[in-house]
């Protein structure tokens, strides 16, 4: 599970040059759905919810990869550039969604307790904000508050998943049959 935590720093916490138009992701989400991929991966025997997410996590590795270029070039911009980002919001969420189901079913599977039910409700908890700030950011005062109250749930849901992923790797190795 280390790599879809560090997979969700990418797709959580983006830092950007401007240069004119142009905007560089110094942690792009294309490496973050790479990653998180890879996990899910080597997780899918143990649950079907993630088994199912791998295409979806490599069909997000590809658009986040294109629009990037575009947003580097410019080009995504504009009513493209904020379609495509509904679009990737969207199905972010969908295989965030899809990772902590897979949690409950890592639950049952190894008869071990991994907070899954805390790890939902921190995903609940910062989905809902970053959709009524998508909807709020248009307003200044009250956009800027919502953004910062994202970060911060954005933090408590990596730090749920820490303790999950911790929690993970204290389960010992399955017997071979």
Do not use: R
Request: net charge neutral; proline share 4%.
């Amino acid at each position: 599970m280390n790599n879809i935590f560090i997979g969700f720093i990418f797709l959580l916490f983006d830092f950007s040059i401007n240069l004119g138009e142009s905007s560089i992701s110094l942690v792009p989400s294309c490496v973050g759905f790479w990653l998180i991929g890879k996990d899910l991966a080597a997780l899918a025997e143990k649950s079907p919810t993630m088994a199912k997410t791998i295409p979806w996590a490599k069909a997000m590795m590809v658009v986040s990869a294109i629009i990037w270029v575009l947003n580097a070039t410019a080009i995504g911009t504009g009513i493209l550039g904020f379609g495509a980002g509904l679009i990737v919001a969207l199905l972010t969420f969908y295989v965030t969604y899809n990772i902590v189901v897979g949690v409950k079913e890592l639950e049952a599977y190894h008869q071990a307790n991994l907070q899954a039910e805390i790890l939902k409700k921190a995903w609940m908890m910062s989905t809902v904000v970053s959709i009524i700030g998508a909807v709020l950011s248009l307003i200044p005062l009250i956009g800027m508050i919502v953004v910062v109250a994202g970060i911060v749930l954005n933090v408590y849901f990596m730090t749920c998943l820490n303790q999950t992923k911790k929690l993970y790797e204290m389960i010992p190795p399955s017997m071979p049959e």
